[in-house]
């Protein structure tokens, strides 16, 4: 292999798995250190820079990080990443003075942004310290899109997202609420430089061909607009006996909300089998903890009706079966159907896009699936000055991704607006920075704790249930939370080897608890991965291999299973090997901090 | 200011036949200097024991006094362990061994501890073939005391801050052959691919088995004018061949790798395979004792097995000892009493 080029910023980036799977590249490690020493609002601040909601976050986020986490790959469970983020969240002091100072002057170009959002949000805060002028359109009365209309308070406390949504439009953005978009052609013809669509992923999908569908009509549901009848208090109760059709986390939400409206009999019926469904765990297991019992493998035949009354569901039982690719068919077991009675029905079976209020003759171009055709790194669509984000330009995802998408478009659009182009990114910023204090001193906390992964505390489940503005989750208190943060392997502080300095004595591959390190004769990858002291098995993550030493091997280290212990640099006799800090920071179009 | 070694291990550790994983050969974190050589070798003692799957609680560490003599601590916690005078482990190794000896016996010394205030009792340990595995960690050096040149430095070679040595080397190979050991080799600590086989094949041996292993001392004696450093030891070392140990039970699987030019069958069963040039023997003691010397003139360090003799007696054979350990004797045995001793006297009459 050839020597590994540490300059190349996605090198060490792809060490540190929490930061490389969040799709906004949250220096992760960096803030559980700050919430570790106590600094919750330096903490807070470095998870606003990238990810603009921590606290909705902290409660909410999808936490992609988590099943990546380093900590997850050496004992049972990753570190609980996403609940620290809530740590700094909770704890923090004002943070009013730490916000991006936005010039009073404007930059005389103006930018509308469709639906309020976290793409948009987003945006709009990378946006305002440049000077751009920029009206915010949605139909709801309020911002915060999806995380306002769907995300059960329950999980997400409305003073948490007021406050986090009110930090943008605080910066000066220029809402307009309760306002539809009802054409983009209309829209553009006001002179905005830019436009940007953040209208996510509105339409929830029905049944509409199955039996009953019309005559049940009163005692069915689309999930997604029920969820927000009840955030906006046109609904506030259901009747007793419950059935959510789906397997996702609108289905979960669907079930516990409907258990703190009146529902008592409520259960999800989910067609394929429980393993397979698209829900996370946790979201499942809090549904479970509320007696709501999850049927899978049962597929909807018929909504019964008697009197013009919806009596129940019909459903086929059917089994999954997988082929040589592991393609997945559900193929009727030939068993009699089962009932189900029901008073109400809610079909949480999926969203999708829609775009009914853009017309298909102003340069943007639309797939078969009525997707538009959006650039995957610049967002920008055919029509130049269109750009899409969020939900509105892949389908639905997270508000993570949101937030991601975000940062790119106020980049794209921030080129496009001065000219350049959008297609030439700017580099992520990196620094690498020694973290050597003096003999077996360094200025992170090498030491590395064995505790298990702390458990988050849940409020009284009869107080929850009964009121659905009752936060189920309590948060860790402050001396878990340090718990917690302790057990972050710092996975940004990176082995950095000097092969001029090494005397290949060992003394490395002796100590190092993991086995992580090598001195072996050089080899292509696929052969080298394999004659390694340990076998360098995840492909997902590097080898770090040197120039030829002296006696012609190469040090070879397997990224893999390093815990950033230090140990390799502390037993080092030439300090061949030190332990640096890489900070990886995706390029915002204003710097923020 | 944290340097604890970490509970993890690699998910993947391999197991031996007890189930066991290196973890369970560990012992200590070192305190030794960051890249002393001596740590290399706690780690091949670590990995020989585990791949022969030794109970740890049959093992008896024994050792004197020097940096060297403290790294039983750092390997195989959970075996026994005596560290005592300086010099003296050969004494403490033959009163252990002939109390009970169905323990592994293995002797960690130093170069100065062997052959400067030890040498008297290495002598003896050696000639009466004393079942035991013998490992000096030769740095040239005293290393415990400041880097003092040691018995076994090399005319003219230098330590930090140090003249050149003026005094003839002690060649503790070239004794231990001379004084009868029955499994003579030299290795380098820098060389676990040499020195883990060499290791295996000491335990596996009946009587007094010696490894003389180069172990730099990176503090004082690392130096470009020293014969003990690693940049000196890796230029100038020369290997007799590849040797492969198979162990008893792994025979019939036949994992090892075929064209060998010797086979030595040990005293268990276990088999040595030598890839190795030329005709001498490895069972020749006169040749080994000459190559050594030859590579000497020619300011080379032969290093691999130098010498084996797997049909040796040793010292419970030659003394007609009782077959089992001391403490598995009932009273009677270990205490005939007062009329018993009168008659072993009354037989000198
Ligand atoms: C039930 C449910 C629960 C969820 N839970 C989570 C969760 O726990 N964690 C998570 O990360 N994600 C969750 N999501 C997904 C997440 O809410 C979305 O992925 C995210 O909000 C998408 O952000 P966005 O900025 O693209 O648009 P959205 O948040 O969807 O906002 C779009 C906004 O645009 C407005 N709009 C649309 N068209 C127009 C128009 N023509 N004119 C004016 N306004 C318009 C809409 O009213 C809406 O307010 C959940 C989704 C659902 C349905
Ligand atoms: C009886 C006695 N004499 C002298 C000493 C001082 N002393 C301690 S270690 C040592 C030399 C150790 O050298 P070596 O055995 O080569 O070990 P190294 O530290 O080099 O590994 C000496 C002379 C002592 N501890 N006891
Ligand atoms: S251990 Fe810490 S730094 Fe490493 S992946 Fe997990 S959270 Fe990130
Ligand atoms: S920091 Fe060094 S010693 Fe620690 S696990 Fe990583 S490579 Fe091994
Ligand atoms: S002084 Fe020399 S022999 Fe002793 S621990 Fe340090 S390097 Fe090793
Ligand atoms: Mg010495």
New binding site residues.
């Given amino acids: 292999m050839k020597p590994t080029n540490i300059k190349d910023p996605e090198f060490f980036h792809r060490v540190v798995d929490c930061q490389y799977a969040c799709p906004a590249h949250t220096p992760v490690p960096e803030y559980i250190r700050l919430i570790a020493a106590g600094r919750y609002t330096d903490a807070y601040m470095i998870n606003w820079e990238s990810n603009v909601f921590p606290g909705v ?1 902290g409660r ?3 936490r992609p990080c988590e099943p990546a986490c380093r900590r997850g790959r050496v004992e049972a469970e990753p570190v609980a990443i996403c609940r620290l983020k809530r740590v700094a969240a909770d704890n923090k002091s004002d943070i009013s003075g730490r916000l991006p100072k936005v010039p009073s002057r404007k930059n005389g170009k103006r930018i509308a942004l ?7 949000l987003t945006v709009a805060r990378d946006l305002l310290p440049l000077g751009y002028a920029i009206d915010l ?4 009365a309020k911002g ?4 306002r ?3 059960p308070s329950f ?1 997400l406390p409305e003073q948490v997202l007021d406050e986090e949504v009110g930090y943008i439009l605080g910066m000066g953005v220029v809402t307009h609420f309760n ?4 054409s983009l052609k209309g829209l553009l013809a006001k002179g905005y430089d830019a436009v940007f669509v ?5 339409r929830g999908r029905d049944l509409p061909k199955l039996p009953g569908r019309q005559d049940a009509d009163a005692s069915i549901h689309i ?2 607009d029920w ?1 927000a009848s009840v955030a906006f208090e046109h609904i506030k109760d259901i009747p007793k006996r419950v059935i959510v059709l789906g397997g996702g ?2 289905a979960m ?1 669907c079930c516990r909300t409907a258990r703190r409206l009146g529902g008592e009999e409520v259960k999800v019926i989910v067609r394929s089998p429980f393993a397979d469904m698209k829900a996370s765990p946790w979201e499942k297991e809090d549904a479970i903890h509320e007696d709501i019992p999850i049927i899978d493998n049962h597929v909807p035949l018929e909504f019964v009706v008697e009197g013009g009354k919806l009596v129940g569901m019909k459903f086929d039982r059917v089994e999954a079966r997988y082929d040589a690719d592991g393609k997945r068919s559900l193929v009727s077991t030939g068993a009699e159907p089962v009932f189900y009675p029901c008073d109400t029905v809610l079909m949480a079976i999926g ?1 999708e896009n829609a775009f009914p ?1 853009i017309e298909r003759d102003i340069d943007i171009e639309f797939d078969q699936w009525e997707m538009p055709a959006v650039d995957r790194i610049t967002f920008q669509s055919s029509n130049p000055r269109v750009f899409f ?4 330009a892949f389908g ?7 937030v991601a998408h975000g940062h790119q478009v106020a980049v794209s659009i921030d080129l496009f607006c001065r000219g350049e182009k959008v297609a030439e990114r700017p580099l992520p910023g990196t620094t690498l920075i020694s973290q050597k204090m003096g003999i077996h001193e360094w200025s992170y906390d090498s030491q590395i704790d064995t505790d298990a992964r702390y458990k988050v505390p849940h409020a009284d489940k009869a107080a929850a249930l009964s009121d659905r503005r009752v936060e189920v989750e309590l948060g860790f208190d402050v001396a878990t939370g340090y718990k917690e943060a302790e057990r972050c392997l710092n996975c940004d502080v990176q082995t950095v080897f000097a092969e001029s300095l090494c005397i290949e004595c060992d003394a490395c591959v002796d100590i190092c608890p993991t086995d992580c390190i090598n001195f072996i004769a050089n080899d292509e990858e696929e052969s080298l991965r394999q004659a390694l002291r340990m076998p360098a098995l995840n492909l997902d993550q590097p080898l770090y291999v040197s120039a030829a030493l002296k006696t012609a091997r190469v040090m070879v280290k397997d990224e893999d299973m390093c815990l950033h212990c230090g140990l390799c640099a502390e037993r080092c006799p030439t300090s061949a090997w030190d332990m640096q800090k890489f900070l990886y920071q995706v390029t915002k179009a204003a710097p923020i901090l | 200011m944290t340097y604890i070694r970490p509970q993890f291990r690699h998910p993947n550790l391999p197991t031996n036949e007890l189930g066991f994983t290196r973890q369970h050969y560990e012992g200590a974190l070192s305190t030794l200097c960051a890249g002393c050589g001596h740590d290399s070798v706690s780690a091949a003692i670590i990995e020989a024991c585990f791949e022969l799957a030794i109970e740890p609680h049959r093992v008896a560490k024994i050792s004197g006094i020097g940096c060297s003599s403290k790294t039983p601590t750092y390997f195989l916690g959970n075996s026994h362990g005596f560290n005592s005078v300086h010099g003296r482990m050969p004494s403490v190794a033959t009163g252990a061994n002939l109390a009970n000896r169905e323990m592994i016996y293995v002797g960690v010394s130093g170069d100065g501890d062997t052959a400067s205030i030890g040498l008297g009792q290495f002598a003896h340990a050696t000639r009466r073939n004393l079942n035991m595995v013998y490992i000096v960690e030769n740095n040239g050096c005293y290393g415990l005391t400041k880097g003092q040149d040691s018995a076994t430095a090399d005319v003219g070679s230098a330590s930090k801050k140090g003249d050149p040595n003026p005094y003839e080397a002690i060649d503790l190979c070239a004794l231990a052959l001379q004084l009868g050991a029955t499994y003579v080799a030299r290795s380098f600590s820098g060389d676990k691919a040499q020195l883990v086989p060499l290791i295996k094949g000491a335990l596996a041996h009946s009587g007094f088995a010696f490894i003389d292993v180069i172990s730099p001392c990176v503090t004082f004696n690392d130096t470009p004018q020293s014969t003990k450093g690693y940049e000196f030891v890796r230029e100038h070392m020369e290997a007799t061949g590849k040797m492969d140990f198979v162990p008893v039970r792994k025979e019939i699987t036949a994992d090892y790798e075929p064209g060998y030019t010797q086979e030595v069958t040990l005293h268990d069963g276990s088999v040595i395979h030598l890839y190795k040039e030329g005709a001498d023997s490895v069972r020749d003691r006169d040749a080994a004792l000459r190559a050594v010397r030859e590579h000497k003139r020619r300011g080379r360090i032969l290093t691999g097995l130098l010498y084996v003799n797997p049909d040796s007696q040793e010292l419970h054979h030659i003394l007609g000892t009782v077959k089992t350990a001391l403490r598995d004797l009932g009273e009677a045995d270990l205490c005939p009493g007062s009329q018993a001793l009168t008659n072993i006297n009354n037989s000198f009459r």
Wanted: some cysteine.
């Fill in positions: 976050l909410t986020c999808d469709v639906g309020a959002g976290p793409a948009s359109y949605d139909e709801q915060g899109g999806f995380m209309s769907q995300i999980r306002h539809y978009v009802d953040g209208s996510g992923a509105p999930g997604i969820l986390n609108t939400d969203q209020w984000g969020g939900d509105a639905p995802e997270n508000i993570i991704t949101a």
